[in-house]
Nanobody, 115 residues
Framework: QVQLVESGGGLVQPGGSLRLSCAASGGDFSIYAMSWYRQAPGKQRELVAIISSSGGTNYADSVKGRFTISRDNSKSTVYLQMNGLKPEDTAVYYC?????????WGQGTQVTVSS
């Protein structure tokens, strides 16, 4: 059974940094793209960053230059390094992978940016 488990969220001051991790289990994910989404209160879930199987990346305009997505296929883990955090980055962050068997989401990790 495919499972995605996020970690690394928390409370941070504006301008601070956090590193999120998403550990995948239950399959070989090295040939699939993996993504981070976020959902703020009262807003729709939005794509933050995506990394392809070969390491190509793409980012939402709102996080370009501040966030970096990476992956370690040997650990089946995808990371999101978040620098220069802003209050508007406050949201629940979700890991996502789309497989032939369907879409899979993690349980989410809360990121709160506040002074």
């Amino acid at each position: 059974q495919v499972q995605l488990v996020e970690s690394g969220g928390g409370l941070v001051q504006p301008g601070g940094s956090l590193r999120l991790s998403c550990a995948a289990s239950g399959g070989d994910f090295s040939i699939y793209a993996m993504s981070w989404y976020r959902q703020a209160p009262g807003k729709q879930r939005e794509l933050v960053a995506i990394i392809s199987s070969s390491g190509g990346t793409n980012y939402a305009d709102s996080v370009k230059g501040r966030f970096t997505i990476s992956r370690d296929n040997s650990k089946s883990t995808v990371y999101l390094q978040m620098n220069g955090l802003k209050p508007e980055d406050t949201a629940v962050y979700y890991c996502y992978i789309g497989l032939r068997t369907g879409p899979y989401w993690g349980q989410g990790t809360q990121v709160t940016v506040s002074s």
